[in-house]
């Protein structure tokens, strides 16, 4: 393991991470209705996901979803099935009146635990790690390499969503969100239903 190859893979995986998905859009939503402080813990979940998800490729589960399809398509419907759940609770409470002061965000521990389970919800890092460490990780890779890959997973996401979090929930963009709050929320909700929907058909 070299230092460029360390920093390709961190490369790939950033990429990876700025695509739009479940958690961009828990993410901006969580910025916007309860300002940068509990987007930023919720960062901390997505984190943590994809540590664990990179943790698991490396254990070698990317080959076990290989081996034992019904494995991954299980996780993927169970995946599905969380989104879906989540995109409910969005839209159910979107016509919820919100004030920019005065709201009551969730608590940290809960952001990290919405953060977390979103990211978990969805299997396909755990095969898209597995490719990328099948072709660039040697089997022979020491072990402190390996730790250094995964807590590169880990500040890569966490970063990435943490400036999302500072990004949807300064001032001008909050206020916008709230003129139009309803709207926003159900287009949301869909938006993450269909993903749901997606990871666990395809």
Excluded at 76 to 83: N, P, R, S, Y
Excluded at 125 to 151: M, Q, S, Y
């Amino acid at each position: 393991m070299t230092l460029g190859l360390f920093f390709t893979i961190l490369g790939i995986h950033l990429a990876a991470a700025i695509s739009p998905g479940p958690s961009f859009l828990v993410s901006v939503r969580t910025a916007a209705s309860e300002g940068f402080g509990t987007a930023a813990a919720l960062a901390l979940g997505f984190g943590i996901g994809a540590a664990l998800w990179a943790c698991a490729a490396m254990a070698g589960l990317a080959l076990l979803f290989e081996l034992v399809p019904a494995l991954f398509t299980g996780l993927k419907l169970v995946g599905g099935l969380i989104l879906l759940w989540i995109a409910l609770q969005i839209w159910r409470h979107a016509r919820d009146p919100m004030e920019v002061t005065g709201a009551q965000p969730r608590s940290a521990l809960a952001a990290v635990r919405l953060g977390f389970v979103t990211f978990i919800a969805n299997p396909k890092p755990a095969v898209f790690f597995g490719a990328v460490f099948v072709g660039l990780v040697p089997v022979e890779t020491p072990l402190e390499w390996r730790a250094a890959i995964v807590a590169g997973i880990f500040l890569n996401e966490t970063l990435w969503y943490i400036v999302t979090a500072r990004l949807f929930s300064l001032p001008r963009a909050r206020a916008a969100y709230l003129r139009v709050k309803a709207w926003i929320d159900r287009a949301f909700g869909l938006a993450l239903a269909g993903l749901g929907l997606k990871i666990a058909f395809t």
